[in-house]
Each structure stands twice: as C-alpha cells, then as structure tokens.
C-alpha cells in the first residue's frame, strides 16, 4: 500500500430530521446500501487512494468501522472512525485531529452528498496542488434569486458573482490546521472558516449531481439517479450478449485520436503531455488546452468503442472548464475500464514548432503513464514550416491506442 498524500474527511455525524426518517442521514438506506456507504464509494474511486477519515454519530462509530473497513482495505486505502461533535465544524475538528503527519492535502465531504463524482474529488485535489490554497466545487446560479423580507420581495439580486457551492472543499493540509486552531466562530462550511483565517478560496466547476440529501425529494432523486446508473451498466455490461449474437474472439482493439489547440491571445500558462510549461504561452480551449492528453482520450475511447471526447467531455459541461488533462485521462481510463477492456499501450506524437519536448520527454511519458496504468510513448515534430503549425499558430497531437479485454 503506498503512503497516500491526500485524506478526505467524510463527515456524516447529522441527524438530518428533515428527510424524516428515526436513522441519521447517513444511514438512510439508498439503493443497495446506505447515504454513507454510497458517498464513500465515490472517494475510493479517486485517481489516487486516500486516506479515509468518517466523523459519525458516537453511538455508531463500531459499527460503522466493522461495515466499511473491509470494503476500504480491499481499496488499498487506510480507514479511521470517529465520534462526532455537537456541530459541524466540531465534527470536522475531531476528523482533521486525527489525520496522518505524511497528508499534504485534506478535502471534507458531506457524506449527503453521496453521489459526487470521483471526478469532482481528484480535480478538486488537483486544483489544491497546483493552485496551493484552498479550493472548492461550485456550480452557477441560474434561478433569478430575490432578496425577501416578511413574505415580500424586496430586490432582485444580481447572479453574475453567486455560486452554489458543494462538497468536497480541499485545502493544504497546514492551512486547514492553522484556520481551525484559530477559528473563534461558527461557520457554515470549511470554505468560509478557512477564509476568515486569511486562506484564500477559489473555485473548480462543481456538478450537478453533487446535490445534497435533505427532505425526501432529494432522497427519492437520488435513488432515481442511482436506479438509472445500475439500469445502463447492466445494458453496457461485456457480459450481457444479445441470444442472437455470434461469440466475437477476445482481440485487442485499436484507436487513433487527434487534438488541436490554437496559442491563446492572452497569458495563460500552457499545458501539455499533462506538463506546465513556465514561460510558454498557453493553449486556448475549454479546458486547459491540453492537447496531447486530449489526443490520447480520443483514441482510447476510439479504441473501447465509446464515442469521442466531443460526445463525452463537451464544451457544454461546465465540469470541465479549465480542466486539467490529468482529469480527463483518468475520467477516460475510469470509461474504459468499466466497459470491460484494459489499457495496452498508447503512442501520442506533438507537432508543433513549441515548446521544446525532448527536455522533459520522460517526465511527460512517467506522468502520462502513471494516470493511465499503462506505457505511454510521446514524441514531437515540427510540419517544415507549414500549415498553422508551422506558421506557430497552435499546436497538433496525434495519438494511438491499444485496448484489450479485460
């Protein structure tokens, strides 16, 4: 097991008495388990394992480790169990004080908001690393949101600068410490308690489906939702064959993906083979523009017959704006696998007159690899001048994959 660099702390020590049910909210039953038991499936489907901190009701603390320590340690991950406060920020308190020395990043998770993609998990920690403060998913306003008092509106409150914001919130684990040592307020969330200790906060793209559990619409959605995902998987599943099909031999598959990204007009930083490029400009995109990754998405969803990055990542989600290419290629991984094939290989070839690649060749193709679990080659070329890559507008990738049935 390696030592992990991130904990998440799921805090689940409410009672939720709007959602009337005699249990707390985490232990409402939600499909085949419970509100918690479906949260913690979304944090050990992170990119990278991490350590598990669960802040429950006293009463249940036994219980709840003998329920998930088997399920965690078959993750690879470590688990520890802990009794609640009286509030919530008591709660994350309590989580955060047993925490492992080796974290560097900590993110805290409403265990009611059980279906957050484990995308929204590792870009959020991606976001902590590279941004180094604290980070958190939200989503925009789109209601027209009116300010009332006594029943009667009194203005019509501008929605441009409001979010919605949802959980996981991450932060570098010392200035999470820090803003809980000096904390002498209650706050909502962890966002605003870091802020008042002088943490600055920002923001990642939330998602939709990160919606908190509190009366039992929210419920019933949710079990909608988690009806809905079991109904596909089952329908996409390699070993359901329709009675009429021939059987088809278990042979690899190829793809071939392509990516071009124009030079930005303005300062952004360029990243691309999953690199930051310092003093190189950017690439314009949706997301960070990273068009080797990009590449790379394309021909293995080529390869596993699931469409394009178009159809999967499109410009319309507003998950992905500004996205690293990291998120992309293990969101891409994640697809592949759970249609039944493993990844064998993949080639991706950069052309473009900059930046220069063979420097950090093999710092791309170690990255690249480790995110994939598999052998990834990078190379570069120029076009001779022609083209809008030779002329230095922007920058190509070309990229081929290998599947094969898991």
């Not at 913690?40 to 480790?65: C, H, N, Q, S």
């Not at 080796?102 to 484990?118: M, S």
Request: proline share 6%; charged share 20%; hydrophobic share 45%.
């Amino acid at each position: 097991m390696s030592t992990p660099r991130t904990a998440v702390i799921v805090v689940a020590a409410g009672s939720g008495t709007r959602l009337g049910h005699a249990e707390p909210k985490a232990f409402v039953p939600l499909a085949d388990g419970t509100v918690l038991s479906t949260a913690i499936a979304g944090v050990l489907a992170m990119r990278e394992t991490p350590a598990i901190v669960v802040v429950v009701p006293g009463d249940r603390a036994d219980r709840v480790r003998d329920e998930l320590a088997p399920r965690v340690a078959e993750a690879g991950a470590s688990l520890d169990v802990v009794a609640g406060g009286t509030t919530r920020q008591e709660s994350v308190a309590r989580g955060l004080a047993v925490v492992g020395s080796g974290i560097e990043v900590v993110l805290v998770h409403d265990a009611a908001r059980p279906l957050t993609p484990a995308l929204v998990f590792d870009e959020v920690e991606a976001a902590v690393r590279t941004r180094g403060h604290g980070i958190v998913p939200a989503l925009e306003v789109v209601d027209t949101i009116k300010r009332v008092a006594g029943g009667e509106v009194v203005e019509t409150v501008d929605r441009s600068e409001l979010r919605a914001v949802q959980t996981p919130q991450g932060f570098p684990r010392g200035a999470l410490d820090h803003a809980y040592r000096t904390a002498d307020a209650e706050y909502t969330d962890d966002a605003a308690l870091a802020a008042a200790a002088g943490v600055v906060v920002d923001t990642v793209p939330g998602d939709v489906r990160a919606f908190k559990i509190t009366v039992p619409a929210d419920l019933h959605r949710a079990e909608q939702l988690l009806a809905e995902r079991l109904d596909a998987e089952s329908d996409t599943s390699p070993s359901r064959t329709p009675a009429a099909a021939p059987d088809r031999p278990r042979v690899p598959r190829v793809g071939t993906g392509t990516d071009v990204h124009a030079f930005a007009a303005d300062d952004a930083p360029l990243w691309l083979a999953g690199l930051e490029w310092p003093g190189e400009r950017g690439l314009s995109g949706h997301s960070d523009g990273d068009a080797a990754a990009h590449a790379i998405c394309d021909a293995l969803l080529a390869a596993a017959g699931l469409g394009d990055v178009g159809a999967i990542f499109g410009t319309a989600d507003a998950r992905f704006a500004g996205a690293h290419g990291e998120v992309f290629l293990a969101e891409t991984r994640r697809l592949v696998e759970a249609s039944g094939f493993v990844i064998g290989n993949v080639t991706v070839q950069i052309v473009g007159n900059r930046p220069k690649l063979a420097p950090r060749r093999a710092e791309a193709e170690a990255l690249l690899s480790a995110v994939l679990d598999a052998p990834v080659s990078v190379a570069a070329t120029t076009s001779d001048a022609l083209g809008f890559t030779g002329r230095g507008e922007g920058v190509a990738a070309i990229a081929t994959a290998l599947v094969m049935p898991a």
